[in-house]
């Protein structure tokens, strides 16, 4: 349940042309930082790209999270954290914030940062050891407020100011507003699975293999039970809500000893639970998948996706989508092919499904199921990080010495092939930014007996890539990158 932190989205592709995109307009000031840490922290400001003296640094450590609204960027230095303006043309003088008495205790589990905003931008929580604590980052030298020292785990609201948290005394919820947490009221949540409706007034948890709503709106919050299985040994798993927050899908036992997919109309009658399809025979299972790789719903809430498989047969697992905008689910349309992941278009009702075993990626409207799925790319070996960019017009893709561009509207275009620089034998991140115009990717020369690094930014529209520029020297130091949301 640890806090989770942002991600560069959106870009474009197409075929590579030396200085095709270089020379476009100069991208909004809201998208125009990329931040990186070398061997410093540096900040680079693609308007003036490909210029070289539009390279700043700001800091001697580590790159830290940005504001969620993109105004501010923290990063570490000899211990301390410090805070940059990056809302005007230059990055205002950094100012310190805090400098951690510990890092977050193991016990919270794997990759807890020490330094987390809230959704609202107006404050930044601290995890040290494991006491959670709260400040301002509009002060210098904030005043720190604890709000606890028996941390076992915690969730921070998508939207607003609110964090969930557990520790030794119960479960709680606290209101922090500009750093200053109000009082912790109890929650009746139990465990660290904690879902978050997209308002931020609700989480949805687990009870016994039931599936709960806690509403966190009500003074004090009210929990309600949504499910109340059947069978002797329920569960609940894959929890997401739609997009705008109306409806709830999971996947878990609650009729039978496998599992099947559920949805509830949040603004239903109680009790409203509905299985969208059961599985392919009374053997089978049918299931959600969420998070990194796969996309439950649609933008507009209107189709969920989830896979179905037959446990008595060797066949690979089925992709479905069911339109689930009506009182009642439609019936599930079968995505053809095989698919181990998938991603839904940020613009339209189209569903991209891949393949990375046989390095395939196609396109399929679920609105037409008559129209067979459009093959976006076919590649010789291993790939991996396929990313959709913002405006679906483009689909990446890795593999081992390149990163390639395809168009995805235009399929039949030859994808664009950014090779890396002679000698370096591997491509380590890469992503869009914000606003599709831009891509960064890191490059690794690890054959060397001390491995060197490096990160290139590169400039896309519709169908064109630039030539790659680098940054910054290699060094021996790893690279991390996040753009400016």
């Known amino acids: 349940m640890a806090g989770s932190g942002g991600a560069a989205a959106g870009g474009t592709g197409g075929t590579t042309a030396e200085g095709g995109a270089g020379g476009s307009a100069p991208t909004s000031s809201a998208h125009r930082w990329l931040a990186f840490s070398q061997d410093a922290t540096y900040v680079y400001d693609v308007t003036k790209y490909p ?86 980052p509009a002060q210098a030298a904030p005043g720190i407020h604890v709000i606890t020292s028996t941390l076992k785990a915690y969730s921070f609201a998508p939207k607003g100011s609110k964090i969930i948290y557990l520790d030794a005394a119960g479960a709680f919820v606290v209101d922090v507003s500009a750093g200053i947490p109000g009082a912790s009221v109890p929650v009746n949540v139990t465990g660290s699975t904690i879902v978050w409706a997209p308002t931020g007034l609700a989480v949805a948890t687990l009870k016994t293999g039931n599936l709960a709503l806690t509403d966190l709106s009500a003074v004090p919050p009210v929990t309600s039970m949504l499910t109340a299985a059947a069978t002797a040994t329920p569960s609940v798993s894959q929890i997401a809500f739609s997009p705008n927050g109306k409806k709830l899908a999971f996947c878990g036992n609650q009729e039978r000893a496998h599992s099947d997919v559920y949805v509830i109309d949040l603004g239903g009658a109680a009790g409203n639970v509905t299985r969208v399809y059961p599985a392919l025979s009374d053997t089978g299972s049918a299931v959600l998948s969420t998070g990194y790789r796969f996309s439950a719903w649609s933008l507009d809430g209107k189709w969920l996706t989830y896979s179905a498989s037959d446990n008595a047969s060797a ?59 459009v093959t976006l790319f076919t590649a010789a070996g291993p790939i991996s990080n396929v990313t959709l960019n913002g405006t679906a017009t483009a689909l990446g893709y890795l593999t081992k010495y390149d990163l390639h561009l395809v168009d995805a509207v235009n399929p039949q275009n030859p994808p664009a092939d950014i090779v890396l620089d002679a000698g370096y034998d591997g491509t380590g991140t890469w992503a869009w930014s914000a606003d599709s115009k831009f891509i960064a990717v890191t490059d690794a020369l690890t054959s060397y007996v001390t491995p060197r690094y490096q990160i290139r930014l590169l400039r896309t529209d519709d169908i064109t890539a630039s030539t790659p520029i680098v940054l910054h020297p290699s060094t021996t130091t790893t690279v991390r990158f996040a753009w400016q949301p």
């Open 51 to 136: 210029a070289s003296d539009a390279l700043i640094s700001i800091g001697d450590g580590g790159l830290g999270p940005w504001s969620p609204d993109g105004q501010k960027l923290i990063f570490g230095d000899k211990g301390a954290y410090y805070v940059s303006d990056m809302s005007t043309d230059e990055p205002r003088p950094p100012t310190i914030l805090v400098t951690p008495p510990a890092p977050p205790s193991s016990t919270l589990g794997y990759g807890v940062q020490p330094i987390n905003w809230l959704a609202d931008s107006k404050s930044v929580a601290m995890i040290a050891g494991t006491t959670l604590s709260t400040f301002d």
């Open 315 to 373: 066949a690979a697992a089925e992709l479905f989508a069911v339109d689930v905008s009506g009182s009642v689910p439609a019936t599930p349309v079968k995505f053809p092919g095989a698919f181990q992941y998938w991603i839904w278009s940020p613009v339209s009702d189209s569903l991209f499904g891949l393949n990375i075993s046989v390095a395939a990626g196609s396109s399929f409207n679920p609105q037409t199921p008559a129209v067979a799925p």
